[in-house]
Each structure stands twice: as C-alpha cells, then as structure tokens.
C-alpha cells in the first residue's frame, strides 16, 4: 500500500503522520510563518529521515497516494488582521448596524470593512447602473475584494450579470467580487454577509499560499492534487477549498482523532485538553461524539456554516508568563515558534512553562524534541530571574513551583468552563505537546480520576486528519411547506456534488450521499432519497447534503487486557522539583520500550521524541494495545 500523509500546521509546530501498513511515523518541525511552505516541506523531508534512513522528500512525496493538510495560516491571517481592504456592497435600507452589535462585530467590521461600504437601490430598473456605479468607487477607494450581500439569490444574480457586462473577466480591470449567496444560501443576512466578509478577507491569502504548496509539492512529483482538511472533517483539492472552512482545522483533527480513541476504549463522555503552542482548546465527547454548532463561531462572529464547538483559552507552551499587581500571570501573548521560549536560543527573553519544566528538571535538554533541539538551561534561568523572581521578591525555585500552579489553574479553568453544564463525570485526553506534562495537574484540580494520553499526543491534530475522506457539504435554507422546495434544492445540492466530485477525480455513484433537515425547533431529519419528502412545519430550516468518498486511514488495534507485564527498567533518573519544594530523583522510561499491558505507579516520566507525560504520585498507568497511556488516579494528595 503506497503511504497516507496527513500534515496539520500549527503556530509553533507543524506535525505529520505518515501511515503505511498500519504503521506511523511521526515527526516535527518549527512553524516558519514568514513562509508556511518551507515548514510543510521541511516535516516531509524530517519524516523521510526517519523511514528511508538519509532524506528523501521526493521519494515519500511520489510514494504518498494523498497528502492531507490542515493549515494554521487563514487563523493567523484573522487573528492578526492581515489581509485583504475589503469592499461591500448591499440593498439600500440594509440594517448595517446588525453587522455592528457587539464589540467583537464592531472592532473586525472596522479592520476588514471601515468606511469601504455602500447602499445601493435594487429595483429592477435602477440595478445594473447603481452596481456598476458602486463597484467604481469602491475600486477607486482601494477596495480589493468586494462582498456584494444583497436580499435575495435573484439579486445577487442580476447583479453579477451587471458587472460582467462593465467588468469582464478576460480584462485586466476584471474585479474579484464574493456573491454572498453564491458561498451560502442563508436567509439570515447578518450571518450571511459575515460569513462572506471574513471568506472574502481569507480567499487572497490561501489562495496565494495553497497553490504554491501545490506547486512545490508537484516539482516532486506527487501523484494526486494536495487535500486540504477543513473545520468540518472534511478534505477536498485545493481549487475545491472554501477559504472559511480552514479557519480551525487544527483543532477539528485533534477532534476527530479523540472520537476515534473515545469509541475505541467505549468512553462514554471525554472532555479534550489539547495544549499547543498559543493556546488549550478544550471540548466535551458524549460516546465519542464531536458536538456542532448549526450556526458556527469564528473569531467570535457568527457564521452560517456549522462548526465545531471547542473552547479556546490563550494559555499554551509558548505562553508568556509576567507579573502584575504581585501576582503571576500567564498568556494570552505567545512568543510562538519565533522567538519561541527563553530556552530555544532563538532570541526569546520571556518565560514560558517551556522553560519552568526546563528548571524543574521535568525536561531533559539533550532529549528535547528528539535531541534535534538542544534546550538553554542558563537563557531559561535569566528569564525568570528578571521576569518573575525579581519582582516578586521570592526565590528561584518557590517562582517555579508558583508558575507551575498559574499554569495549571489557567488549564483547570479552561477545562473546567466546557465541563460546567454538569454530566456524567468525564475522562480527559491530553494531547499537544505540552497536554502529557500537565495532564495529571489539572486533572487533580478538577477531580478527574481517569486519563488518557495517546501514543501520538504531540501530533494528535495531524493524526485525527488522517481520519478524513474526501467530501463536500452543502447547506441551504428551506421554507416549511409540502416538501416541493425542499426537493427542487435537492436536486441543485444533487448538481453540485457530481460537479465537484468529478473536479475530485471521482463519480457521484461512487460516493456515499447523506442529506438531512435541520428543522427550526431544533429537530435534524434524515431525508431518505427513495422515499417521498415529508411536509415540514413552518419556519426557515437547514438542509444538508454530504457527498463523501472514503480514502483509506489508520485502523485501530483491538484491546486485550488479560495479560499483565511489568514496569519496564528506567533508562535513567532525573532530579525533579516536587511540590513540597524538595527535588527528587523521578524515573525516566522511554515510551518506545513500553510494551503493551506493561503497568506501574508514579511519579515517573515517561519520554517520547516529542513530549514527555508527567505522572505524578497517587496515579498508576498501563500501556494499551495501541501504546496509549492509560493513567488512573488511586490516591488524593493533601492540597
């Protein structure tokens, strides 16, 4: 079987997994975020490393059958609102202030938008001339794209008759204009209008970066089009990506891969931890199950295609920590990959937790990052010596254990806002590179009493996009009424799918179709093609096609627990700074060496390339068939 590659690009880290014959090889590389292609092509050449000995990005790239990528660079883009002057056009009498409700609307209507807007009449006689009208000056504005979101599909349509015939294509003067309508048939225009300001904001720059990776990719000859993994699990060719659908891929494939491990092990409720480099983005599993919303969050506006619901809080291996009002504080400001922490040597002269684990003796220096990054003991020290003890007053080794305990009570609080509607009690996953560490910390604030933590905890994103198939979901809005509508835009969903999943390579028949409605009250029917359409109650409501072509992924191993083996031998010890404020020589094993069903107690450390689990006194652990760690506390310390 020729390998499947799955590659998510984060802000510190970019992460790969390799599957070939139910294997994986994972590896890392630092995120360049002055150039996201050179850190893509940089984890394949790693990964090549490590299965063909010397590398060889040429030979894994032609011996991949899909690569499938999830991108950190349209996130980037809004968060630092770095992009496109956008323009937008809509009916005049238009409720723009309902674009403007908050202060999350008010501050990115200002970036993206600011006074690039204007109201038009869209009477039929006075259309064509008060678009073209329009598009002329906002283009003299500076304006690049524009949004045009007007009432209704038929005069979205219209107006784009009008500017092909003042603006055509074939000319240099064509402008790029996003129908609102064209992106997404809802009748909600405020979500509508933003769902196409912030597309229209991301196009350019994804647009720019995913077909020069393409374009990389295919100087090594790759065998198939790059996939690009979307918010929604999906993954479909680049010039099939909607540029929305990018923002928070990461965090959905850490998703997917914790429902694989939550219907593995039959969890019934699992509350996700996932540290990376800027933030912990935390989520709540019922039987495995990812929860969505209908109508999306992005950056805190409401969107109209669905999303996943994940709880992000600026605290992550980067974050920076500082004092204020003599108390020590933590994040939401990262140092990312560049500089990165005090400790990388790259310039960095703040403290992260990076560098307290460093000091506590948690971090080997010579190991770190599979020993291709030498940690700086001495760059850590000076920065939490002039950044915390000296303006606390207190000494080295009290800051550290004080900055540990911010840390972990800013993840606590993070895990704990998601777990606040009540429920069963749950089972944490912690992953990202730093969720091993602190899994067993938060977990004791909390009360969880279970853990576990998967074999590829430090790549965990990029193994949940190996999980993804090749798809397309389409949604639009139906009135209630005997079904004759719903069927007429099943029909065009219909259309649409067998275009765009011959543009895939593949025929409609080959592909599995699923379509649902979502019903005003909140209700989801599934729609059966062979059966009549049933009449719908009153009110606007989704419906949603999925055209879905299955590409192979990692299967999971069945679990045996009969056999019991022991603790292996540690291949060393290392001096910890504990809580009582002593330092204690803590065994140190390779997870590599740790067969499954082998058990044993901590406090131990348990090390792989690329993060290393903390498990502290009171939790005992046994490696599963699938190497994952499986953690079970067995005593309460004293607070």
């Given at each position: 079987?020729?390998?499947?590659?799955?590659?998510?690009?984060?802000?510190?880290?970019?992460?790969?997994?390799?599957?070939?014959?139910?294997?994986?090889?994972?590896?890392?590389?630092?995120?360049?975020?002055?150039?996201?292609?050179?850190?893509?092509?940089?984890?394949?050449?790693?990964?090549?490393?490590?299965?063909?000995?010397?590398?060889?990005?040429?030979?894994?790239?032609?011996?991949?059958?899909?690569?499938?990528?999830?991108?950190?660079?349209?996130?980037?883009?809004?968060?630092?609102?770095?992009?496109?002057?956008?323009?937008?056009?809509?009916?005049?009498?238009?409720?723009l202030s309902d674009l403007r409700s908050n202060d999350v609307e008010r501050e990115l209507f200002t970036t993206l938008v600011g006074e690039r807007h204007l109201s038009i009449d869209v009477s039929k006689g006075q259309l064509d001339a008060s678009i073209t009208d329009a598009v002329n000056y906002l283009v003299e504005f500076g304006a690049r794209p524009l949004v045009v979101s007007l009432e209704s599909a038929e005069q979205e349509d219209r107006a784009k008759s009008a500017i092909l015939a003042s603006f055509p294509r074939h000319l240099l003067g064509s402008v790029p204009i996003q129908y609102s309508f064209d992106l997404i048939n809802d009748e909600n225009w405020q979500r509508r209008t933003w769902t196409a300001l912030v597309n229209a904001f991301l196009h350019p720059t994804m647009e720019r970066f995913l077909y020069n990776a393409e374009r990389e990719l295919r100087q090594h000859r790759t065998r198939r089009p790059l996939l690009i993994y979307g918010?929604?699990?999906?993954?479909?060719?680049?010039?099939?990506?909607?540029?929305?659908?990018?923002?928070?891929?990461?965090?959905?494939?850490?998703?997917?891969?914790?429902?694989?491990?939550?219907?593995?092990?039959?969890?019934?409720?699992?509350?996700?931890?996932?540290?990376?480099?800027?933030?912990?983005?935390?989520?709540?599993?019922?039987?495995?199950?990812?929860?969505?919303?209908?109508?999306?969050?992005?950056?805190?506006?409401?969107?109209?295609?669905?999303?996943?619901?994940?709880?992000?809080?600026?605290?992550?291996?980067?974050?920076?920590?500082?004092?204020?009002?003599?108390?020590?504080?933590?994040?939401?400001?990262?140092?990312?990959?560049?500089?990165?922490?005090?400790?990388?040597?790259?310039?960095?002269?703040?403290?992260?937790?990076?560098?307290?684990?460093?000091?506590?003796?948690?971090?080997?220096?010579?190991?770190?990052?599979?020993?291709?990054?030498?940690?700086?003991?001495?760059?850590?020290?000076?920065?939490?010596?002039?950044?915390?003890?000296?303006?606390?007053?207190?000494?080295?080794?009290?800051?550290?254990?004080?900055?540990?305990?911010?840390?972990?009570?800013?993840?606590?609080?993070?895990?704990?806002?998601?777990?606040?509607?009540?429920?069963?009690?749950?089972?944490?996953?912690?992953?990202?590179?730093?969720?091993?560490?602190?899994?067993?910390?938060?977990?004791?604030?909390?009360?969880?009493?279970?853990?576990?933590?998967?074999?590829?905890?430090?790549?965990?994103?990029?193994?949940?996009?190996?999980?993804?198939?090749?798809?397309?979901?389409?949604?639009?809005?139906?009135?209630?009424?005997?079904?004759?509508?719903?069927?007429?835009?099943?029909?065009?969903?219909?259309?649409?799918?067998?275009?765009?999943?011959?543009?895939?390579?593949?025929?409609?028949?080959?592909?599995?179709?699923?379509?649902?409605?979502?019903?005003?009250?909140?209700?989801?029917?599934?729609?059966?093609?062979?059966?009549?359409?049933?009449?719908?109650?009153?009110?606007?409501?989704?419906?949603?096609?999925?055209?879905?072509?299955?590409?192979?992924?990692?299967?999971?191993?069945?679990?045996?627990?009969?056999?019991?083996?022991?603790?292996?031998?540690?291949?060393?010890?290392?001096?910890?700074?504990?809580?009582?404020?002593?330092?204690?020589?803590?065994?140190?094993?390779?997870?590599?060496?740790?067969?499954?069903?082998?058990?044993?107690?901590?406090?131990?450390?348990?090390?792989?390339?690329?993060?290393?689990?903390?498990?502290?006194?009171?939790?005992?652990?046994?490696?599963?068939?699938?190497?994952?760690?499986?953690?079970?506390?067995?005593?309460?310390?004293?607070?």
């Open positions: 079987m020729r390998s499947l590659v799955s590659i998510d690009n984060g802000g510190t880290f970019t992460d790969i997994c390799v599957f070939s014959e139910n294997q994986v090889t994972h590896a890392k590389s630092l995120t360049t975020p002055y150039d996201l292609t050179k850190c893509l092509l940089d984890v394949l050449a790693e990964a090549s490393s490590k299965m063909y000995g010397p590398s060889d990005l040429t030979r894994l790239v032609n011996d991949t059958e899909f690569l499938r990528y999830s991108t950190t660079a349209g996130t980037n883009a809004l968060v630092q609102r770095s992009g496109a002057r956008l323009g937008l056009i809509v009916a005049k009498g238009a409720p918010n929604d699990g999906s993954s479909s060719r680049v010039a099939k990506t909607v540029a929305i659908k990018t923002y928070g891929s990461g965090p959905r494939g850490g998703l997917e891969a914790a429902a694989a491990t939550a219907q593995h092990y039959g969890l019934e409720r699992v509350v996700t931890m996932d540290i990376g480099g800027t933030t912990t983005d935390v989520s709540v599993l019922d039987w495995g199950l990812i929860q969505e919303a209908d109508a999306g969050q992005l950056d805190g506006i409401s969107v109209s295609f669905p999303a996943s619901e994940v709880f992000s809080s600026g605290v992550g291996g980067s974050s920076v920590f500082y004092v204020e009002d003599s108390t020590i504080h933590v994040g939401p400001r990262s140092v990312g990959a560049v500089p990165g922490p005090a400790c990388f040597g790259r310039g960095g002269e703040e403290p992260t937790i990076t560098d307290v684990y460093l000091l506590m003796g948690i971090l080997e220096p010579s190991t770190y990052f599979g020993g291709s990054l030498t940690l700086d003991e001495q760059r850590a020290r000076e920065a939490i010596q002039t950044r915390i003890v000296e303006p606390l007053g207190i000494g080295f080794d009290e800051a550290l254990l004080a900055m540990e305990h911010a840390y972990q009570a800013r993840l606590a609080t993070a895990v704990g806002g998601a777990l606040s509607n009540g429920g069963p009690p749950a089972t944490l996953l912690a992953y990202g590179g730093a969720g091993p560490m602190n899994a067993c910390g938060a977990a004791e604030i909390l009360g969880i009493d279970e853990i576990y933590i998967p074999r590829f905890a430090a790549v965990f994103s990029a193994f949940g996009v190996g999980f993804s198939d090749i798809s397309h979901r389409y949604r639009v809005t139906v009135s209630g009424g005997d079904g004759s509508e719903m069927q007429e835009k099943l029909d065009k969903l219909r259309h649409r799918a067998e275009r765009d999943m011959f543009a895939e390579g593949f025929e409609l028949g080959d592909c599995k179709l699923v379509a649902t409605v979502q019903l005003s009250s909140g209700k989801k029917l599934d729609i059966d093609f062979d059966d009549e359409l049933v009449k719908l109650e009153p009110g606007q409501h989704w419906l949603d096609l999925t055209a879905t072509k299955a590409i192979p992924h990692y299967e999971y191993l069945s679990e045996n627990g009969s056999s019991t083996k022991p603790r292996p031998d540690p291949i060393r010890a290392q001096s910890v700074l504990v809580a009582s404020g002593k330092r204690e020589d803590v065994p140190v094993a390779r997870l590599d060496d740790l067969n499954p069903n082998m058990h044993g107690a901590g406090p131990l450390l348990i090390e792989d390339d690329y993060f290393t689990a903390r498990i502290l006194d009171g939790w005992e652990f046994r490696i599963t068939m699938n190497q994952d760690i499986h953690l079970q506390r067995t005593t309460r310390r004293e607070p």
